[in-house]
């Protein structure tokens, strides 16, 4: 439910065409589908709430999934937070959606809110997107809060590792994933044991916060069985 006070944002009242006040519409999908203006009995505002619930399909919480992820994946966090919190309210321990909703708070850059969703979720549950944040703010936990330093030992000699590890786990703290990973594959490439295979064990949850099914983890596996394999 979202109040909007059309004076301030008159851009959506002509957008919707809101000739009265109260002026209510309902979305879904993204989409109105259904509207009414000026005051109503509250008998016939019970109407209107019936018909919307009679409107939603009988598998709409794989409607609003779909919806959810959809956005997502489009960059439209606002929106598929919202489908995402719309199944938790059918279904509060629906693991996937948890995993959207953290990942949606994550993107946002809402660090503790994406830990309360995951908090939430039953014991044990294992998702790839419940996964994915944990991943994230575990790397987030652990970065190093200036990383200037480390661009200045690495910029004098580019073969320090611990230098550059540092500088890996700094720029994945901050979303940088693909500039991480690259760095994590220098050192592979030149010492693979080195620190006990710490920059291959540090790319792995690179991998896993960036998303299994990810450009930089598709990309960064392929270069890592290359050097491995070489």
């Not at 309210?89 to 948890?98: C, F, I, M, Y």
């Not at 004098?156 to 786990?169: I, P, S, T, V």
């Amino acid at each position: 439910m979202v109040k909007i006070d059309i004076d301030q944002n008159p851009a959506y009242a002509g957008q919707l065409r809101v000739q009265s006040i109260p002026a209510v519409f309902a979305f879904f999908g993204g989409r109105p589908v259904d509207a009414f203006m000026g005051a109503l009995p509250e008998s016939q505002v019970k109407a209107f709430v019936d018909k919307l619930a009679a409107m939603a399909p009988a598998d709409g919480v794989d409607e609003l999934m779909d919806m959810a992820k959809a956005a997502l994946e489009a960059g439209d966090i606002a929106l598929a937070a919202q489908g995402f919190a719309q199944v938790l309210q059918t279904e509060p321990d629906h693991v996937k959606a948890l995993g959207g909703l953290a990942r949606c708070y994550l993107a946002g850059g809402e660090a503790d809110r994406a830990q309360e969703i995951l908090d939430m979720a039953p014991a044990g549950a294992s998702d790839p997107d419940l996964d994915s944040v944990r991943a994230a703010l575990n790397l987030a936990a652990e970065a190093p809060s200036d990383s200037q330093q480390y661009e200045a030992r690495l910029a004098a000699d580019g073969d320090d590792h611990e230098a550059r590890l540092a500088l890996a786990k700094a720029l994945a703290a901050h979303g940088r994933m693909e500039a991480a990973a690259d760095h994590l594959l220098h050192i592979i490439e030149r010492d693979r044991t080195w620190n006990d295979e710490a920059a291959r064990k540090q790319l792995l949850t690179i991998f896993e916060a960036a998303g299994p099914g990810s450009e930089v983890a598709r990309n960064g596996r392929r270069r890592l069985s290359a050097i491995l394999f070489s």
